[in-house]
């Protein structure tokens, strides 16, 4: 379980970086430790595996992502890592889960793509098809984002 | 966007550095002020090419479950499902997607419990009874830097 100060570093790093010279030490402040011991705490964070980047995150669609989609594939048990493994392999895949599947939905695996066009979308998919020999999905192109937000956690 | 800007979007989406001057430390490996960083930076989320600059969490590892949600919503429904979906703070992304399973949210919950709830919530304040659950099982990827175009 994660202690206090584990918790109020996930809550500040959860938000924005302050954009001025020395943005950790006005973090620590706010936290009430000193700058160097929120920095050792950050990067042993990351060691372990919880803080899984620090960095930006863009807008994709301006950077040249018009259209995007999920994909859902409906992969044998036998065959889940074996494909998992080659989806991820493609660099127009941004996410990819198994997800624990539910009644009325046998598509197992979900991916994000993205592409500059429905058609690249498209096209894409069939790839990501021949490569894998899975040939049963179900393309869901984005029409409209309702919500995007980083999570709160605490 | 220059050269140095599309270098900078690279190094600061994987490689932010956790130092004292970080903005500095950029600096020296694109051969740029520190200010000059900061200047850029400040235009690139001005003109909404960054979206934010801070921590990404596993969010199993520090004790949360995440879910994908998938809701048949009749048309005239729409509106008032989503503005109910996003009340929820641990709702973090939604999108209106073309199958007969149009609007899919994603959860994140201390607990599979507590998403069970919230669900049954929505179901009964909006009346759209078809809200599929598919909490993630493995992570085979999740994109770290978007090269640019």
Not at chain 1, 25 to 50: F, S, T, Y
Not at chain 2, 80 to 88: D, E, I, L, Q, R
Request: proline share 3%; net charge positive; glycine share 6%.
């Amino acid at each position: 379980m994660l202690d206090d100060l584990e918790k109020k570093i996930i809550h500040f790093l959860q938000g924005d970086l302050p954009l001025t010279e020395r943005p950790f030490a006005v973090l620590a402040k706010r936290i009430g430790i000193d700058e160097g011991e929120l920095l050792d705490r950050i990067k042993l964070l990351k060691e372990q595996g919880m803080l899984r980047r620090l960095g930006a995150t863009l807008y994709h669609q301006r950077v040249g992502f018009k259209a995007n989609a999920m994909v859902a594939w409906c992969v044998p048990d036998d065959k889940i890592d074996e494909t998992g493994f080659l989806m991820a392999a493609f660099k127009e895949v941004s996410h990819c889960y198994q997800r624990k599947i539910a009644e009325k939905w046998r598509y197992n695996i979900f991916t994000m793509i993205h592409g500059k066009s429905k058609k690249d979308c498209q096209g894409i998919c069939k790839r990501i098809a021949e490569k894998t020999g899975i040939k049963d999905y179900v393309l869901l192109l984005t029409l409209k984002e309702f919500k995007k937000t980083s999570p709160r956690y605490f | 966007m220059d050269d140095i800007d599309r270098k900078l979007l690279h190094e600061i989406q994987s490689d932010f550095p956790i130092t004292q001057r970080p903005y500095k430390d950029l600096g020296v490996r694109l051969r740029c002020s520190e200010d000059n960083i900061l200047r850029r930076i400040k235009r690139l989320k001005k003109e909404g090419i960054i979206r934010r600059i801070g921590g990404n969490f596993d969010s199993q590892r520090i004790g949360f479950i995440t879910t994908l949600c998938a809701a048949m919503v009749p048309d005239d429904k729409i509106e008032k499902f989503v503005t109910a979906v996003n009340k929820y703070p641990g709702v973090t992304h939604n999108y209106l997607r073309d199958h007969h399973y149009n609007v899919w949210f994603t959860f994140v919950a201390p607990n599979m419990k507590a998403i069970s709830r919230y669900i049954d919530e929505i179901i009964k304040y909006t009346g759209v009874r078809e809200i599929l659950n598919f909490p993630a099982v493995k992570t085979f990827k999740i994109l770290v830097n978007f090269d640019l175009v």
